[in-house]
């Protein structure tokens, strides 16, 4: 069923897991599908059939299809590299440097696309998969300009201007979480897993708020806030009783940490240079939270879904390709 | 042998593990012990035996002996809790609140001294055993003054006034390297133990040095700077290939959180207000490090023995409560 109106297919392969959407020709999703088949798991050889195991119903018998994939698939210890593009870079530019995996399955015609590198010293940072999500951002409008953030394990910060990429930075910033709340000194007074709760509860809610401008005015009593929480948890009895000190706490730290990554972006003072609203992409619970810490300290955001930007962004890259003659 | 000389008994009772020393009249010591059963491995009623396994043998056969405790056996989950004293106080008032925990062996006279705490709203703080080895040093000059800072798992700054503690400040420093460097992403990069290379090799002490300046200058790009070591693993063609490598990354990791924590001490400028020599106190190797840290952005600093450090704190308090009756 798919088979008859199956125009291309986009692929977001990541370390841990992938997900495939085969598409029609107006770019309209037929079919979704996905696996736990991510890079770490997978040497070169196994890619292929990693593939044709999640989209394999959706081929037609004999002709050849697009397969464009962003993420890990192209990295060096992936299906084959496609080396990082260097920033400043427009992000239309993405499909020019992608390279084709050897397959077998005469069905498959597939083109991996690349990262991006920044290289200046001192500033050095990588991203492999949110570039595509980006490029989605100038699928309707090229000479896009802001600041985008792309929240996570780590959190991704770029400035667009005018449809190119001119510097990005990864703040480590959801690992340093999880870390922290699960396997810390911490662990005994912070919930796991408290994301409906932040938002909801107006204790938790004026909790988050706090760390956020703590952190954001002062990142350098970060460390010190940390044990702060513990200590605050044997000693101020104006904390709530009960798991709702736990989910208190959990969201003071997920403050304190947004609150820091803030402090590295470095945007301007709202009150003196409005930067226009930040847009977000990703999961929309972790978006939600995101506008929240930066309304709280003065900035607008607009939230975007991630699977939209990275189709988005495939089918830019679908396009260029369908104009342009192989890369290799 | 021992126990012919034996005037009094000292311990630093962990969360891991306990220290005993046998001490004369003098304060000299005569033995050492120790084990592994530490405050998170017993019940309140396996104290008593804990400790006479390890001090057993240095009792006379009759006479009672004072056994003096510091340390997590004082906690409220710990032998019996030795409530915390507020700060400000002074540091020869530990005595004072000194509580003796139930023992059945007529030899044994013990008593466990109190921890700190700082219940100022936003700067909630806790210590137990550290407040012990902050006492020694005003064993000799009761009206010490200046900054001390015990380096480890969480690192304590504190400031004395004329022999009394007015504030102090913990940091998860010594927490935060190890999460990072042996469960987050950087322990692809970083190397593991690496404190003999670290003041030994020119290139990790320069590593070393550069990472806490930058840290302490702009502590809101620490997250940043973390993720920009993996993104310099892959990227810097200026790193040392092989192993060197890693102990260059992971110099610069130790670097950057214990800049963080020197951003969080608040420290006058060096320049404008010099504050005398930092006192550091603790494991040899560590302060050592602290020591190039502070020298690096211009402090100086002086090392104390942890283990002189905390029988002085002992043999100050024992002094007291032979001057005044038990506490209860």
């Avoid at 204790?203 to 009593?221: I, K, M």
């Avoid at 590295?264 to 978006?287: E, K, S």
């Amino acid at each position: 069923m798919v088979a008859e109106s199956l125009c291309w297919i986009g692929v977001d392969w990541g370390s841990s897991h992938l997900r495939a959407w085969a598409l029609d020709a107006r770019g309209q999703v037929l079919a979704r599908g996905g696996s736990e088949r991510g890079m770490l798991s997978l040497t070169p050889d196994e890619y292929e059939s990693a593939l044709l195991n999640v989209i394999g119903d959706w081929l037609p018998d004999t002709s050849r299809r697009d397969v464009l994939v962003c993420g890990m698939a192209g990295a060096r210890q992936g299906w084959r590299e496609a080396a990082y593009l260097p920033v400043p870079t427009r992000l239309d530019a993405l499909a020019r440097s992608a390279v084709s995996p050897p397959c077998q399955d005469p069905r498959l015609r597939v083109r991996l696309l690349p990262g991006l590198c920044q290289t200046a010293p001192g500033h050095f940072d990588v991203m492999r998969g949110e570039e595509t999500q980006l490029a989605g951002l100038i699928a309707d409008d090229p000479d896009t300009s802001g600041f985008v953030c792309l929240p996570g394990t780590h959190a991704k910060w770029a400035r667009l201007e005018r449809g190119a990429m001119t510097r990005f930075t990864t703040f480590l910033t959801g690992e340093l979480y999880a870390l922290l709340a699960r396997q810390s000194v911490l662990r005994h007074s912070v919930a796991h897993g408290q994301s409906a709760e932040l938002l909801d509860d107006p204790g938790c809610h004026e909790a988050f708020v706090a760390a956020v401008r703590e952190s954001l005015a002062s990142p350098g009593d970060f460390s010190a806030h940390l044990f702060g929480l513990r200590a605050a948890d044997l000693l101020d009895d104006n904390l709530p009783a009960g798991e709702g000190r736990a989910a208190h706490l959990a969201a003071r730290l997920s403050g304190l940490v947004i609150g820091l990554e803030l402090a590295g972006t470095r945007l301007p003072d709202p009150g003196v240079t409005p930067v226009g609203p930040v847009t977000l992409i990703g999961d929309a619970a972790l978006c939600e939270r995101y506008a929240l810490a930066l309304e709280a300290v003065g900035h607008t955001s607009r939230c975007l879904d991630g699977e939209r930007a990275v189709l988005d962004g495939l089918a830019l890259a679908h396009r260029a390709l369908a104009r342009q003659p192989l890369a290799e």
